[in-house]
Each structure stands twice: as structure tokens, then as C-alpha cells.
């Protein structure tokens, strides 16, 4: 049975921090594509950033300098680094694990950026 399960999201201040990780099971980790996405409030889900088996990196435009993606093969499990926090960072981060043709979702863990 494969799980993802998010941790780490929260009310925070603008210009806070906040660190989310995906632990993962079920799964032969190291061969995944990892992969951050979010939901804001009515919006579509759009990629934030994902990191290839290989270490390879994407990010999109909004949060580069800001977030950092990574990833610990030995502990299964992918982190976000948030910096710099925004208001507009307000949404339901997903972790997503990817290696055609299997493609799991976490079940989201919610961060507000809000004074």
C-alpha cells in the first residue's frame, strides 16, 4: 500500500518560514520523481517544484530563491524549504511521487501566510 504523508504546514506570519516534508512508503523511493504542488483558493493546482531521482530540479518562477526542494533516499522522504512566505503562498501543498506509469498524491497539508 503506498502512502504519502505530508507534515509541517501552519499558520505563519508573512515573511515567515516553514519546512514540509513527505514521508513515503510503499514505494521504491530513489526511483520517484518528487514533486511539490499547490491549491490556492480558487484556483487550479499548479507545480511548485520537483526534484528527478537523478537530482535534476524544477521550480516555478514565483518561489524561486525562496523555496528549496530536496530530497533523503534514506529516509524516504522530500522536504520544502519556504522562505520569504507571501500571503499569495496560501494554499493546500500536495507531495506528488512520479515514475511512469505510477503517479500517487498525498492528501495535502495546509499553509496560511497571514498577519
Known amino acids: 500500500q503506498v502512502q504519502l504523508v505530508e507534515s509541517g504546514g501552519g499558520l505563519v506570519q508573512p515573511g515567515g518560514s516553514l519546512r514540509l516534508s513527505c514521508a513515503a512508503s510503499g514505494i521504491i523511493f530513489s526511483n520517484y520523481r518528487m514533486g511539490w504542488y499547490r491549491q490556492g483558493p480558487g484556483k487550479q493546482r499548479e507545480l511548485v517544484a520537483r526534484?528527478?531521482?537523478?537530482?535534476?530540479?524544477n521550480y516555478v518562477d514565483s518561489v524561486k530563491g525562496r523555496f528549496t526542494i530536496s530530497r533523503d533516499n534514506a529516509k524516504n522522504t522530500a522536504y520544502l524549504q519556504m522562505n520569504s512566505l507571501k500571503p499569495e503562498d496560501t494554499a493546500v501543498y500536495y507531495c506528488n511521487a512520479f515514475w511512469r506509469p505510477y503517479d500517487y498524491w498525498g492528501q495535502g497539508t495546509q499553509v496560511t501566510v497571514s498577519s
Open positions: 526534484i528527478y531521482s537523478g537530482g535534476d530540479i
